[in-house]
């Protein structure tokens, strides 16, 4: 279909692996919802970097300069891949959660956090010193509108609140209907981030547009190495809040006091919460990772995605014995993740299999999720998942899934393998 981009050049395409049953195969990299492998192309633009990176933001030398400008540019970057306003601050941090722990320690006081119980862990957890409200999982996109509209509605309104809520589902795959939940929480006077870590890689992102007020991602799901992540949106609460990290880089101005304490005037911008030597070539390769995806266009990499969910749909859909989980239902939009499990297996050697017999490398799990599987798996969620509940009592059946995950780097024929294998 000329609608569709080819697959991107991605490193470790040609990678072997041993079979048990003899022989070797390529690997089938089918687990891009944990991480994804980087683009061929972020890695020559930091190879090609590498020779001049020198020390940033005090450095006199060319090269310092040269870095210095690569870091602070690639802010730029990022912003424009996020459509976001021109008064956002960028911060690079070291994955998604950070930059949600971040956005946790910069709370106001008494704000009152609302998430879904369905979030991952990383959207889930920060939140410990807050007021949190963790609310059921919805089955349809506008039960979440709703419920949380009713969650809003029911607080008090004159303190602070906040919204957290995932993009796309790492387990699911499915979209959530952001726009629709950003209006609902400012409607109520809340705020809102969202979680974009599965979304960024596979779907448009607009800040402006869906009007979040932050948004979260991590480089390695994006095509870029490990190490780097973004939070991104409005500087009042960020600018307001104790620096995250305190050190270098973080204060403008340090003085000792007469008294022997030590005075410190800390910066507003986003190096406010950047205190150490940053991660240069974390940020310059997310930089180049939006660039990449914005030339090889959102329209056509959606397409293609489109085509390879298609194909793993409709494979999976002839294996009777295989139950997809979905939240939405199963036609539900989505992003290159399906999560399911095979009536008579137990999903971990259902995993280890497609690896050792195939070459194909999936995961099994509760991928970080664990009130969202269990409800998707039919257990009860009060009396084993969510927000705190006690987990599964000992001697209680082990409950996993298993995660087939894909995007840009994928060809027809990693997903094709997986289907043929599977049935
Ligand atoms: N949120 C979602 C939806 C994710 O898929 C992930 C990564 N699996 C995270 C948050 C956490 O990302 P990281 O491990 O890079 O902090």
């Known amino acids: 279909d000329p609608a569709c981009a080819a697959p991107l050049p991605v490193l470790g395409r040609d990678v072997t692996v041993p079979l048990v049953t003899g022989g070797e195969v390529t690997y089938a990299a089918l687990d891009y919802a944990a991480s994804a492998p980087a683009l061929q192309r972020v890695w020559d633009d930091v190879a090609a970097y590498a020779p001049y990176y020198g020390s940033v933001h005090r450095g006199a030398g060319y090269l310092s300069q040269l870095s210095t400008d690569l870091f602070e540019n690639s802010r730029g970057t990022v912003a424009e891949f996020l459509g976001c306003r021109s008064d956002d601050q960028v911060v690079f ?25 369905t979030e991952h862990h990383a959207s889930l957890l920060p939140w410990r010193e807050a007021r949190v409200t963790c609310l059921n999982a919805p089955r349809t996109p506008e039960e979440a509108v709703q419920t949380l509209e009713r969650a809003l509605a029911d607080r008090d309104p004159h303190g602070p ?6 993009g796309a589902s790492n387990v699911t795959g499915e979209l959530w209907p952001v726009r629709e939940l950003a209006a609902a929480a400012h409607a109520h006077g809340a705020r809102i981030v969202l979680d974009a870590a599965q979304l960024a890689p596979h779907h448009p992102v607009s800040v402006q547009e869906w009007d979040v007020d932050w948004v979260a991602f991590s480089g390695h799901k994006l095509y870029a190495p490990f190490g780097s992540g973004v939070l991104a949106g409005r500087a009042d609460w960020l600018t307001a809040a104790e620096p995250y990290l305190a050190g270098g880089g973080a204060s403008r101005k340090v003085a000792r006091r007469a008294d022997g304490g030590v005075d410190v005037e800390w910066h507003e911008t986003a190096a ?12 310059y390769s997310i930089a180049s990772a939006c660039k990449a995806l914005t030339e ?27 139950k997809v989980l979905s939240l939405f239902g199963d036609d539900a939009p989505r992003v290159g993740v399906l999560s ?24 099994d799990g509760l991928f970080c999720a664990h009130p969202l599987v269990r409800t998707l ?13 006690p987990e599964a009592a000992s001697g209680e059946k082990s409950l996993n899934a298993i995660r087939v995950s894909f995007g840009a780097g994928t060809p027809d024929e990693h997903v094709e393998r997986f289907v043929a294998a599977v049935a």
């Not at 406010?272 to 940020?283: C, L, T």
């Open 93 to 117: 941090t070291r994955s998604t959660t950070d930059s949600l722990n971040l956005l946790a320690a910069a709370l106001p006081a008494d704000c009152q956090v609302f998430v879904f119980e």
């Open 340 to 363: 399911f499990v095979v009536e008579g297996w137990n999903s971990s050697h259902f995993a280890a299999a497609l690896s050792a017999e195939y070459g194909i490398g999936v995961r």
């Open 296 to 322: 090889a266009g959102f329209d056509r990499l959606v397409a293609r995605e489109r085509h390879l969910i298609d194909t793993v749909r409709a494979g999976l859909a002839q294996v009777p014995e295989v």
């Open 377 to 389: 798996l039919g257990s009860d969620p009060q009396a084993q998942g969510a927000c705190g509940a």
């Open 272 to 283: 406010r919460h950047e205190a150490g030597s940053p991660n240069v070539i974390g940020a």
């Open 161 to 166: 609140a906040l919204v957290c809520v995932t």
